[in-house]
Antibody, heavy 116, light 112 residues
Framework: EVQLVESGGGLVQPGGSLRLSCAAS????????MDWVRQTPGKGLEWVGR??????????LYAASVKGRFTISRDDSKNSLYLQMNSLKTEDTAVYYC???????WGQGTLVTVSS | QSALTQPASVSGSPGQSITISCTGT?????????VSWYQHHPGKAPKLMIY??SRPSGVSNRFSGSKSGNTASLTISGLQAEDEADYYC?????????????FGGGTKVTVL
């Protein structure tokens, strides 16, 4: 059974940092591109970024709203995807999901609240 | 990074068909066959309904996707109460200045 489990969310002050993790199981993680997507309170879904697989050089893509502040990485030996979030702003408050590139499997989400 | 354009809401009676549009540009919807549709109930993970105009296994055949030019569409036939949810389109986007993925603003489907 495919599972994606996010962790690491919480309350952080503006300007602070947080690292989210996504633990994957039930499929060959190293073969898949992985995405981070967020949903802000009362608003829609927003794509955050993508980690390509080893076959494509582990390259990453980012939304303009987070580029330069967020960094996506992965550890295929641990079947894990990460989202390092720096210089956090109040508008980054959201539920953060990890998902497979194909969109067929998603985690349950982890809530990040940026507030003083 | 502007979102794809979707109607804010669409409604229909049980058994009717409804269509949700998703309008982009030649840099996203019109330029690639990478448009997906998601059903989202608040508090739950989004569910993939259409991927590249194909329907994943397990998704009802009442859901279908199509595309014409820069506009993609999701049609729900034989509308049922359980279809009431938010629906989002998503597309790969590539231009001279950026590459990534963009969502539509979401459409709230109400079953009357």
């Amino acid at each position: 059974e495919v599972q994606l489990v996010e962790s690491g969310g919480g309350l952080v002050q503006p300007g602070g940092s947080l690292r989210l993790s996504c633990a994957a199981s039930g499929f060959t993680f190293s073969d898949h591109y992985m995405d981070w997507v967020r949903q802000t309170p009362g608003k829609g879904l927003e794509w955050v970024g993508r980690s390509r697989s080893k076959a494509d050089g582990y390259t990453t893509l980012y939304a303009a709203s987070v580029k330069g502040r967020f960094t996506i990485s992965r550890d295929d030996s641990k079947n894990s995807l990460y989202l390092q979030m720096n210089s956090l702003k109040t508008e980054d408050t959201a539920v953060y999901y990890c998902s497979r590139f194909e969109g067929d499997y998603w985690g349950q989400g982890t809530l990040v609240t940026v507030s003083s | 990074q502007s979102a794809l354009t979707q109607p804010a809401s669409v409604s229909g009676s049980p058994g009717q068909s409804i269509t949700i549009s998703c309008t982009g540009t030649s840099s996203d919807v019109g330029g690639y066959d990478y448009v997906s549709w998601y059903q989202h109930h608040p508090g739950k993970a989004p569910k993939l309904m259409i991927y590249e105009v194909s329907r994943p296994s397990g998704v009802s055949n009442r859901f279908s996707g199509s595309k014409s030019g820069n506009t993609a569409s999701l049609t729900i036939s034989g509308l049922q109460a359980e279809d009431e949810a938010d629906y989002y389109c998503m597309s790969y986007r590539r231009s001279s200045t950026l590459e990534g993925v963009v969502f539509g603003g979401g459409t709230k489907v109400t079953v009357l």
